[in-house]
Structure formats: structure tokens, C-alpha cells
């Protein structure tokens, strides 16, 4: 968790009055450099203050008002002494130029041990985060729009090739290789065309000094491996290698920009339906698509379930060969579970089972299942000179389903006293013999996978029974037993209703 954060230095920073006339609001916005003391974050500061950047508002380089900008240091709570003395620089230094400083300070280990990922994947999410957050509740003080606020992070050019190798070495497609991009919405990078030796340079010149992390020669973490391993070999074979990845990174962008926006568009096409956490798309037409757009549906559709999935370009591979196949099942770390069947994709967020369920259903009464859905009992006489039979197949028809009218005296149901109903979801085994299927009996599993329902949702679906160990009435609602329709000669009709959980 984090703690509570600290700001030091906001009273230096004028308050703005609220905007008159035409004044654009864009130029109040909260500016939040992102800073850790190291040489590429203290440029960023040095020259956010004293220089022009372009932050992409619109008016290309230019000098960001004073008052506009706003430190933001975390401390990630690794290193001990050394990251409360970088805390204590990052504050120094912003007070040096007059800039607010906030600093939060987080168990990045425990984070990430909780969340079962990386230390360096937990310190990037949990930054952003702090960013977003710190820029929401800024904007708010300034009366300013959340999407005019902009982050800025020191990422540079030599960033820019090492995280080409990483994602190359992960195995990543073109948006990967892409590397980092210039803007994404409030973040923005406004020295990503500046090599890190270049802003070493620029504070050796004006006699400023910065912090040095000791973790960042540790070859065991990727990034320190590609710094120091790989990117002095392939330096030496073209010592412009830096300039000329970033110029193929800016050609894949926007590439990659282009062929994103097919993809969405092809995505919202193919989509049969959605919930929470969950995306079912027409796995027939996705196998028809252009290889390069398939792709790129499937990395969205993915990511839309599940943003925090950890994905590469095996895990998009195995999605389209079950697409291929028409059949088949994939997971994906952190992320998600997809299966193909009955042509159709569906893609589920990771997420608790169903809540089990087991109770009885008084007859009459009501049963409220754990996902709001109510199962509902009651008796119905049958009238004189009706036919109990015909009125139950145009009950079914009407409800489509969903309500069923049976005979009572066979469902175990006393027409004087009532009774009730047992309801628990299905079990390994279970047999009925379907309504319509002139008393030939099936598994329940295969009346389910028959009706094409998810093996996801199966354990939620309602099973009705004369008693815990008794016969299947209804498995709602999707068929009745045989054995309980009604027939000319049924004197009392018993209906049940599954009723959809109610909107909020």
C-alpha cells in the first residue's frame, strides 16, 4: 500500500483564479515531471524549468509556466538509505527551483509479491498510478480539464533502443517494436529525441549532479542487461544505432496507429456479445480476416478483458490456431482464459468462481440465486375443459423458456399442502431425459455443451431436483424433464420462473 503522501513547497505555487473570457484552460493545467534523481529525470527538471519543451499541447517548444509544473518523486521503499537520500535530493532540488514536490512512498516488494508479478513491473504500474492520480487531484484544485493535465517522464532516446531489444527479445509485434511512443493520452516524453550521454553533458555543464542506482548495473534484470550487454555490441557495429532505431520506431508507430484503428473497427464487428469481463466474438469470421489484422483483434480483445495481461506474440499465436482449429483453449499470464467452441471466441477476464449454490425452493416461494437471478414456485389449477398439455407448450413458447408449467403431482408437489423443490447447480453425472426427446435420457453436460453454454458460466446455471438426491425437474432455463410435463389429465400445474437478476 501506499502511505499517505507528502507535498512540500505547494504554498510557493500560486493559486490561479478561475478562467475569464476566452482564456485557455489547457494553459493552467498541472505539469507533473516525474522524477527519481537520476540524470535523465533531474534534465527533465532542470529544463522544465529553465527551457523550452514541447509537451504536445499544441504549441510545439515553448516555455511551460512556473507555475504549472509539480514534482512527483516515489520512493518504492527498496534500496534503504540510498532511496531515502535520492527522496531527499528529488525535494532539494525542486525546492532549488521553486517547484512543489510530492512524495509518496510504497512497498513496491509486498505490491508486487501480492500481485505475483516483477518488482520492475510493480514500480512502472504503481508510478503511473501516483502520476495519474496526483495530476486528477491537481486539475481539480486548478479547476482545470483532468485530460489538459500532462506527465511528463525523462525517457530518452537510448530508452527508446532498449526497450526495442526487450520487446524484440520478449518476442512483441509492431507495436512492441514501436517501442516508446512520444504521447500516450496525458503522458508525454518531451526528451525522447535526446541521448541520456547528451543530458549528462547538459548538468556537467551547469555544475549540477544527480543520483546514481546501483540497480541499474545489475545485469539480472532485463533492462541492465540490454544497457549493458547488448547495446555496446551492437554500438560498436554502428555507433548510430540509437538514431537509427529511433527513426524505424517513429515508422512503426505509425504503422501501428493505422493498423490499430482497422483492428477496432473489425473488433466491434465481430463482437456477438459482451459483460463484465468478458468479450464473445464470431471466431468464424476472425479466421477469415487478414493475418496481420487478426492479430491485432485478438491482442485488443485480450487487453479489453483484461488491461493488466501480460502478453506476447505466443499467446496471440495460440488464440488464432484454436481459431484455426474451431476448437481449443488458451491461457494467458495475468490475464485471461479463451476458448473456442461452437464458433464462437470467448475471452474471460480472470476472475472468483461462481459463488456455489444449494437451497430449497418452497412451492409457493421465491429463491434468490447468489448472481440476483430469482427462481420463482407456484401452483396453477388447471381450468375445466382445457387442455393442460396445450396450455404448457404455449406457456414455454411465450417465456421462451425461461417459465415452464409441469405437473405438480409428478414434480413431488401436493396441490392442498404445496411442497418445495430442491436447486443446486449441476453435478458430474446428472441425467434427465429432455421435454421433447420422447423419454430418451441425456447427460446434463451434454445438454449443455448441445445449447452452447460456456463451460465459464455452467456452474451457474440452476438445477431443479424433486429432492438433493432426487430426479432433475428443470434445468433452467433450457429444458424440462420429460417424466414432469404436463398431460390432459393434470389437475394442478406448477410454474417456475427464472427471472433475470433486477437493473440497478
Known sequence: MTSVSRRYGAAA??????PSGREDPALRAPVILMVSGGADSTALLVLAATSALDIDDGRGRARVARERLHVLHVNHGLRGLDAEEDEEF????????????????AD???????????????GRELRYAEAARLANELSAELGTPRSAARILTAHTADDRAETF??????????????????RRNRIVRPLLDRTHAELCDLLRMRGIVWREDATNADTRYLRSYVRHE????????????????AATCDILSDEDAYLTSVAARALRELTRGSGEALLVLDAGRLAALDV??????VRQALLAVCPAARLEARHVEAVLRAVAAGEGAV???????????????????????????AGWLEVPGRLELPDGRVLSARLVPSEPGTDPAARARAHALEWDGASVLLDAEACGVDAARGGRLWVDAPRAGDVLCPLGMHGQSKKVSDLLGETRVPRERRASVPVVRVSPTGAVVWVAPIRADERARSVPATTHQLELTLLDAPRP
Open 13 to 18: 505555487a500560486p493559486r490561479f483564479e478561475r
Open 90 to 105: 528529488v525535494r532539494d532540488l525542486a525546492a532549488r527551483y521553486g517547484i512543489p514536490c510530492t512524495i509518496r512512498r
Open 108 to 122: 513496491v516488494a509486498s505490491l508486487a509479491a501480492r500481485a505475483g508479478d516483477n518488482v520492475e513491473n510493480a
Open 165 to 182: 531489444f526487450m520487446n524484440a527479445i520478449r518476442g512483441a509485434g509492431a507495436s512492441g517494436l514501436s517501442s516508446i511512443p512520444r
Open 230 to 245: 547488448v547495446m555496446p555490441v551492437v554500438r560498436a557495429r554502428n555507433p548510430r544505432v540509437t538514431a537509427s532505431l
Open 292 to 297: 496481420a489484422v487478426a492479430r491485432r483483434v
Open 331 to 357: 491461457n494467458v499470464p495475468l490475464g485471461a482464459t479463451v476458448r473456442v467452441e461452437h464458433g464462437l471466441l470467448s475471452v474471460r477476464g480472470r476472475s472468483e468462481a461462481p459463488a456455489p449454490f
